[in-house]
């Protein structure tokens, strides 16, 4: 039982590329987020999907999309990256709405 | 979903209780109080919510005041390991977690 699998742990990105950020989750959870921490800040909410394929957005949605078209996977999309969007991203599952949350270990994504 | 108020800071001796205060005087009737920590640069880790019950588990105790404005973490006998932020998160049944800035608790020899 793995939890919650981040992956990669580790990117760098120049401006303008693209990329896709993997979450996969192995307890069958329905509920499903991504957010981001930058330095010294609390985690602030990307985008969230309360069931397969369902999404919706959070507090800083712009310039990423997420898709989740298998139960067990959350994937976050990088169209374009920028500098501003240099920082870690976290992944959580829940089961159902009165559960907290399981975390991943994060992904540290730089953009030069 | 209410506002919380946590102290950027606050220090432990080790083997003591660590108590760490959560303002959320607008708190309504149907939102959760759930706490999280985040130790260095790991993913947040659930440590325990309620909702106007005090709550205990193998982690820590949950005190909330009668009037739901307020509540306490309780870690019973601090170690070096839970040095952490830890999140106070005020929320609804079916909304998702905002998280602020947290206290830094320091458990110190």
């Known amino acids: 039982n793995a939890g919650v699998t981040q992956t990669p742990k580790f990117r760098v990105l120049k401006t303008g590329q693209s990329m896709t950020l993997l979450c996969a989750q192995d307890?069958?959870?329905?509920?499903m987020y991504w957010y981001r921490q930058d330095p010294g800040m609390g985690l602030r909410l990307i985008h969230y999907?309360?069931?397969?394929?369902?999404?919706a957005k959070g507090e800083v949605p712009d310039g990423y999309n997420v898709s989740r078209l298998k139960k067990q996977n959350f994937l976050l999309g990088l169209e374009s990256a920028a500098p501003s969007q240099t920082s870690v991203y976290f992944c959580?599952?829940?089961?159902?709405?009165?559960?907290?949350?399981?975390f991943g270990s994060g992904t540290r994504l730089t953009v030069v | 979903d209410a506002k919380t108020t946590q102290p950027p800071s606050m220090d432990c001796a080790e083997g003591r209780a660590a108590n760490l205060p959560c303002n959320h005087s607008?708190?309504?009737?149907?939102?959760?109080v759930y706490w999280y920590r985040q130790i260095h640069s790991q993913g947040p880790q659930y440590i325990i919510h309620?909702?106007?019950n005090n709550e205990t588990n193998e982690m820590a105790s949950l005190i909330i005041t009668e009037d739901r404005k307020s509540s306490t973490l309780i870690l019973p006998h601090a170690t070096l390991r839970d040095t952490a932020v830890y999140y106070c998160?005020?929320?609804?049944?079916?909304?998702?977690?905002?998280f602020g800035a947290g206290t830094r608790l320091t458990v110190k020899p």
């Open positions: 998160i005020v929320r609804g049944f079916n909304n998702d977690m905002r």
């Open positions: 959580a599952s829940r089961p159902t709405a009165n559960y907290g949350y399981t």
């Open positions: 607008t708190i309504s009737g149907n939102e959760y």
């Open positions: 307890m069958n959870h329905e509920y």
């Open positions: 309620g909702l106007k």
């Open positions: 999907s309360v069931g397969e394929g369902t999404t």
